[in-house]
Every structure is written in structure tokens, then in C-alpha cells.
């Protein structure tokens, strides 16, 4: 075995024509046309730039680092370092060693925080934009209307209450992602859970002159879990079911022990929350735990949805090892299915 192939990142070494000489295993993975005695071009970039910048490391023999994006059909971007070295054999031969950083998780890292405050921007600048057309209207034409006064009251403390959501979520989902890593060691009562989280739904419920089934509900064995978390996990699934529902229609709430069958492929308890909705199309059902991300945006901000509700049971459900299965059917509602592990079933 090449003492190379225990470098964790791709090594390549080429001569004074930029002919690969030697690569390490990572780089043979990382470059599948590579191979001994292929010019640069061929095997890694022929971006003329990059070649250009291999060459100039050779005529002024000092290391030198560049980035470029690996070809067609891989997605990686790469820091490289270039090294001119003595060869072996001692001969007056120069030749580069290249060593590639995949940037890659840094990339998408600082595109997912710049979407984030591109979306939370987004998300509180159309309320103050509202709530403060309202005031210049009250402080303006308005200001002796009463029954203007009135509606826009109205309208700017529901603008307000979306903003309160809205912080509300962004705080719930930041202290579910730092403790996405703690280890649970306590036992939790899943049935008082699933109370706590219905009796926290039933005046939502009665508004919309809905009704939530718990039938089907089973008496559940202990978990290992974090109580208050779960409960708002089962709070924002139940919401989400009321909110995308029809009016005067039902939310049911099922429970079973699944030994086998179920995503986690372990024992497991499934609890189920089905709804008579609207219905997700297939296509969007994979994006549904993105931050901010709505399959129906006007009336998601009707009901006050803030888009944060799925993405903090995506990170509950992590922290837990469960997994949530979502299958719909436009039109005929939706079902969300929360499988978490049996205790000692890992």
C-alpha cells in the first residue's frame, strides 16, 4: 500500500510537463479520468487559469494555493495547494506535488446562512411594511375615521403577532440545533405528551369548529427523550394539521408499536397525525423541513404560519435518532408519521 493513500485528502504529484507521476487513493476517488502519465489537463482542470498558476509555481519555486470547481458532474470546490519538491531519484527535474481541501461544505455552509438572512429579512420586513403603512394612515387621513381605526388596529396587531411567531420559532429552532448532540438519558411518558400537546391544540381546533380523534390512541411505553421538546414537536404537527385543513373537518391521532416495517428498521413507537386537507403535491413533500419553505404561501401567512414549524421537528426528531415519514395526497389530506426508537432497541 502507497504510504499516500493514508492522507485523508487527494494528493497528486506531477512532473516539469504537468504529467501525473503519482495519486493517492482520495484522489483517484475524486478524479475518475486520473491516471499515471495523463497531463494535468486531462486528468484534473484544463481551466486555463489553473494551469497557468501550476506553471508559475514551477518558475518561481514558491508554494502557492488557488481554488477551482472540479469538472462537469462533481460539485466539489477545491483549495489547492502547490509544492515543488526534489524528486526521488535526486535528478535536476522539477515537479509539483498538488494537495485538493474540498471548500465544498464551507460553500453551501455560507449559502445556507446568507438564504437564512435573505428569508428572515424577508419574513420581517413585510409586517413593518404594513404596520407602518398603518400608521401613516392613522396618523393621516385616518386619523378621525373611527371605524378605520378600528380595522387598522386590527390588521397591525395580527402583523405583530406573525413577527412574535416568527421570533418565537427562530429562538425554538436555535436551542433545538444546539443540543442536536446531547445525549438523552431520561425515560419520558409519551402518553402525558401526547395529552399535553392535544389539550395545547383544542382551542385552535374549536375556532376552525374541528375536532382531533384520539380513538386510535394506545397506551405507549416510556422513551428515552427530552419532554418539553417532544411536546412542541407533536404541538407543531398538530397545528400544521389544523391549520391546512378544511374547516369543520377532523385531525386524527393514532398509535401502534411497530417491532419491524417502520423507517428506523428497529422496534419502535409510531405515532401517526392525519388530517382532511388540502393535500402536499409529491414533488414538494421532500422540502417540507426547510426553513421557511411553504407549499402554500398566502395561507400559510394567514393562519400565521412562520415556516420554521417542520425544519424544528426535523431537528427534534434528529436529537431523538427518530425519523418522520410524510405521505399525501392532493386533495385528500395529508399524513404525518413520527417513529421513535423503543428503549434498548439500538
Given at each position: ?94 515537479s509539483l506535488v498538488l494537495t485538493f481541501e474540498d471548500r465544498s461544505p464551507l460553500r453551501d455552509a455560507k449559502t445556507m446562512r446568507s438564504d437564512f ?56 429552532l436555535s436551542q433545538v440545533e444546539v443540543k442536536e448532540q446531547r445525549a438523552i438519558k431520561k425515560i419520558v411518558d409519551m402518553n402525558l405528551i401526547l ?152
Amino acid at each position: 500500500m502507497n504510504i499516500m493513500d493514508g492522507v485523508s485528502v487527494p494528493v497528486i504529484g506531477l512532473d516539469k510537463d504537468l504529467k501525473v507521476r503519482f495519486a493517492n487513493r482520495k484522489a483517484r476517488q475524486a478524479f475518475p479520468d486520473l491516471d499515471i502519465g495523463l497531463s494535468v489537463e486531462k486528468a484534473v482542470s484544463e481551466k486555463r487559469k489553473f494551469i497557468n498558476h501550476l506553471q508559475e509555481t514551477l518558475h518561481t519555486s514558491r508554494e502557492t494555493t488557488t481554488s477551482f470547481k472540479a469538472k462537469d458532474g462533481f460539485r466539489q470546490e477545491y483549495l489547492v495547494t502547490a509544492r515543488e519538491i526534489e524528486p526521488a531519484d535526486n535528478s535536476r527535474v522539477a515537479s509539483l506535488v498538488l494537495t485538493f481541501e474540498d471548500r465544498s461544505p464551507l460553500r453551501d455552509a455560507k449559502t445556507m446562512r446568507s438564504d437564512f438572512v435573505a428569508n428572515v429579512s424577508h419574513e420581517i420586513r413585510s409586517p413593518l411594511t404594513s404596520i407602518s403603512g398603518f400608521v401613516e394612515t392613522l396618523q393621516g387621513p385616518a386619523s378621525e375615521d373611527a371605524e378605520a381605526r378600528e380595522l387598522f388596529l386590527e390588521l397591525m396587531a395580527k402583523e405583530v403577532a406573525r413577527m412574535t411567531n416568527l421570533v418565537t420559532g427562530l429562538l425554538s429552532l436555535s436551542q433545538v440545533e444546539v443540543k442536536e448532540q446531547r445525549a438523552i438519558k431520561k425515560i419520558v411518558d409519551m402518553n402525558l405528551i401526547l395529552d399535553q400537546a392535544r389539550e395545547a391544540v383544542v382551542p385552535l381546533a374549536q375556532k376552525r369548529r374541528m375536532t382531533v380523534d384520539t380513538g386510535a390512541v394506545q397506551r405507549l411505553p416510556g422513551l428515552l427523550g427530552k419532554h418539553d421538546d417532544l411536546v412542541r414537536m407533536f404541538i407543531n404537527l398538530l397545528e400544521n394539521a389544523i391549520n391546512y385543513s378544511r374547516d369543520g373537518s377532523k385531525v386524527t391521532l393514532s398509535t401502534c408499536v411497530e417491532q419491524t416495517g417502520n423507517p428506523l428498521g428497529k422496534p419502535a413507537v409510531c405515532i401517526c397525525i392525519r388530517d382532511e386537507g388540502i393535500g402536499i403535491p409529491a414533488d414538494e413533500i421532500p422540502r417540507l423541513t426547510e426553513r421557511f419553505y411553504r407549499v402554500d404561501k398566502s395561507r400559510s401567512r394567514n393562519v400565521g404560519g412562520t415556516g420554521l414549524g417542520l425544519a424544528i421537528v426535523k431537528h427534534i426528531l434528529v436529537r431523538h435518532r427518530g425519523h418522520l415519514l410524510i405521505d399525501s395526497t392532493p386533495g385528500h389530506g395529508s399524513t404525518f408519521k413520527v417513529c421513535l426508537p423503543l428503549v434498548n432497541s439500538n
